[in-house]
């Protein structure tokens, strides 16, 4: 019989002893807006063609199936308690395999792109000021901010490569002992995509900087650069209100994890 596993934020996670695979049910819901049908796909492409992800053990109308991965499920709980050497190898091999991930796939930048990203950004704000509004975010400075932190030349000479979508330590499955983290693998590629490695470079500056402070500097340092921070941080404000607009109505934006979203905002446009 599968045991389910804990861990999961979102979907709901199985080991099947017999084969010793994980059995991935898909769940709606907390923030997440894209069909099964995408996630599943996501999945499966990042599965057959990232090296750094579980294997890919087939899937069904509601599961995907793969590899189980030994090693700690809560990276990203335990790493403030791990000695400062622990915290720097944690943090520079996730950079590491973020860079990875990247270089899986690349393409140029689409001319379409800007218009598209920018068209988005309107939409998301017009989706989202009665919320932001709600909590002290002035919809009207946040327009002015967002035009001008968009930098096309950064963005252009990023490129599209193939981005994770979730990219946090709760997604990083290692190993610690003997003083040393060996990460092993990089799970959770429901929202993976073509995207801007800035989209990747937003979840990491809400989840893993702005979450653990000075020693996560170290992770560009395995990544092999630092993006640009107003950028960066463009991109940050455009995941969280993707985010807003991907929960239902009876959401509670008083709860930390919003807060501090709104808290970044509020210190972006004083």
């Given at each position: ?68 991965v030994d090693g ?179 959401v509670d934006f ?17």
């Amino acid at each position: 019989m599968p045991i389910e596993l804990k861990g999961g934020t979102t979907n709901r996670l199985f080991l099947d002893p017999q084969s010793n695979r994980v059995l991935k049910e898909f769940v709606g819901g907390n923030g997440m807006v894209q069909s099964f049908q995408k996630r599943r796909a996501a999945e499966e492409w990042s599965m057959k063609n990232v090296p750094i992800a579980p294997e890919y053990r087939g899937s069904d109308q509601t599961h995907v199936a793969m590899s189980f991965v030994d090693g700690e499920r809560d990276i990203d709980g335990q790493v403030d308690q791990l000695s400062e050497s622990l915290q720097h190898q944690v943090y520079f091999e996730s950079g590491k395999a973020l860079a990875s991930i990247h270089d899986t796939v690349k393409f140029a930048l689409p001319k379409k792109y800007h218009l598209q990203h920018l068209a988005e950004v309107v939409r998301l704000i017009q989706a989202t000021k009665k919320v932001l509004a709600q909590n002290g975010v002035n919809t009207l400075d946040l327009i002015d901010f967002m035009k001008a932190s968009y930098d096309r030349n950064l963005v252009e000479k990023s490129g599209l490569v193939w981005t994770h979508g979730d990219y946090w330590l709760r997604n990083v499955i290692g190993t610690l002992g003997n003083n040393l983290f060996t990460l092993s693998s990089v799970i959770d590629w429901e929202t993976a995509w073509m995207n801007s490695p800035y989209d990747d470079f937003a979840i990491v500056e809400m989840s893993v900087e702005r979450a653990h402070g000075e020693p996560a500097q170290v992770f560009w340092d395995g990544y092999g650069k630092t993006p640009d921070r107003h950028l960066q941080r463009h991109y940050s404000i455009a995941k969280t209100m993707e985010w807003i607009t991907g929960e239902d109505e009876n959401v509670d934006f008083s709860s930390d994890f919003y807060q501090t979203k709104f808290n970044m905002m509020k210190e972006t446009l004083r």
